[in-house]
């Protein structure tokens, strides 16, 4: 059994995709699209051409007092969701995907997190003080990091697994020591993944099984997708202060990746012992 993936853009299963991506952002990429193939517009520089919309967004962010820039942080870093997603797309299209890209794509979506969050930190440091401030920017940083290597690694082995093969593949670190160590962080985030593989196989019926327990963790864990994290930024801005953010990032998001990972390896476990 294999889910049926969006022909339109070859990205992953509806099942397991963030709303805001099937409603708004995706639907925009896709009209963009063939302009993007049409130009010749290499799908690197699109995303690179992305982290302008997050030296925007930050800008509008540094002001997030007014509820104007509040929503023009929003809408530019919705801007950067499209074009994050469009680099994809016209790779695909074009047949341009390669190791590299994917790196860079996910270096310019970790540069505008990163942007954004120093931005609001040193704006609300006259609210906690730069210290605090800074200080749960920071963790909120390290917290994204981790919650963000699990769900896009699970993302990809589900994918993977539905469609027949193995789950768990290394991949090349072209990124030089920021990838090596992001790969060695995702390898610690899924321990059991080869044993799973192998306890697999190539069985189609088992694999069906698997695709339908492990759906619904799939399914929760986009909580934990960028597309969520842009949202609440802007809820929090509105709500008067980033520092609900911060702890939401760092407390609420982190307590739902624990319950979800507990919550896939019981579903895993009790599927290998059926």
Same mark, same amino acid.
């Given at each position: 059994?294999? &889910?049926?993936?969006?022909?339109?853009?070859?990205?992953?299963?509806?099942?397991?995709?963030?709303?805001?991506?099937?409603?708004?952002?995706?639907?925009?990429?896709?009209?963009? @699209?063939?302009?993007?193939?049409? @130009?010749?517009?290499?799908?690197? =520089?699109?995303?690179?051409?992305?982290?302008?919309?997050?030296?925007?967004?930050?800008?509008?962010?540094?002001?997030?007092?007014?509820?104007?820039?509040?929503?023009?942080?929003?809408?530019?870093?919705?801007? +950067?969701?499209?074009?994050?997603?469009?680099?994809?797309?016209?790779?695909?299209?074009?047949?341009?995907?390669?190791? &590299?890209?994917?790196?860079?794509?996910?270096?310019?979506?970790?540069?505008? &997190?990163?942007?954004?969050? @120093?931005?609001?930190?040193?704006?609300?440091?006259?609210?906690?003080?730069?210290?605090? !401030?800074?200080?749960?920017?920071?963790?909120?940083?390290?917290?994204?990091?981790?919650?963000?290597?699990?769900?896009?690694?699970?993302?990809?082995?589900?994918?993977?697994? !539905?469609?027949?093969?193995?789950? &768990?593949?290394? $991949?090349?670190?072209?990124?030089?020591?920021?990838?090596?160590?992001?790969?060695?962080?995702?390898?610690?985030?899924?321990?059991?993944?080869?044993?799973?593989?192998?306890?697999?196989?190539?069985?189609?019926?088992?694999?069906?099984?698997?695709?339908?327990?492990? #759906?619904?963790? @799939?399914?929760?864990?986009?909580?934990?997708?960028?597309?969520?994290?842009?949202?609440?930024?802007?809820? =929090?801005?509105?709500?008067?202060?980033?520092? +609900?953010?911060?702890?939401?990032?760092?407390?609420?998001?982190?307590?739902?990746?624990?319950?979800?990972? #507990?919550?896939? $390896?019981? #579903?895993?476990?009790?599927?290998?012992?059926?």
């Amino acid at each position: 059994m294999q &889910f049926t993936v969006d022909t339109a853009d070859g990205g992953r299963p509806r099942a397991i995709e963030e709303p805001l991506n099937i409603a708004v952002i995706h639907p925009i990429s896709r009209a963009l @699209l063939p302009f993007a193939v049409k @130009l010749h517009i290499p799908p690197n =520089a699109i995303s690179v051409a992305g982290i302008g919309f997050g030296i925007v967004a930050a800008w509008a962010y540094f002001h997030y007092e007014t509820p104007a820039m509040a929503l023009a942080g929003f809408a530019a870093m919705l801007a +950067w969701h499209v074009f994050d997603g469009l680099d994809g797309m016209t790779a695909r299209a074009t047949g341009r995907t390669s190791a &590299f890209g994917r790196f860079l794509d996910g270096f310019c979506d970790y540069s505008v &997190f990163i942007l954004v969050y @120093l931005s609001l930190a040193f704006a609300a440091k006259n609210e906690a003080g730069l210290a605090i !401030s800074l200080g749960a920017a920071v963790l909120a940083g390290a917290a994204h990091v981790v919650q963000a290597a699990w769900y896009e690694l699970q993302r990809e082995v589900f994918i993977r697994r !539905s469609a027949g093969q193995p789950g &768990f593949v290394p $991949r090349a670190a072209v990124g030089g020591f920021l990838e090596i160590g992001y790969n060695a962080l995702q390898a610690k985030l899924m321990p059991g993944a080869h044993a799973l593989d192998a306890a697999l196989g190539a069985d189609p019926a088992l694999r069906a099984g698997y695709v339908e327990r492990m #759906r619904p963790i @799939l399914s929760a864990a986009t909580i934990l997708g960028a597309s969520g994290r842009t949202f609440a930024i802007f809820i =929090a801005c509105l709500a008067g202060s980033p520092l +609900w953010y911060w702890l939401w990032e760092i407390l609420g998001l982190s307590l739902a990746a624990v319950l979800i990972e #507990r919550a896939r $390896r019981r #579903r895993e476990g009790a599927f290998l012992e059926a």
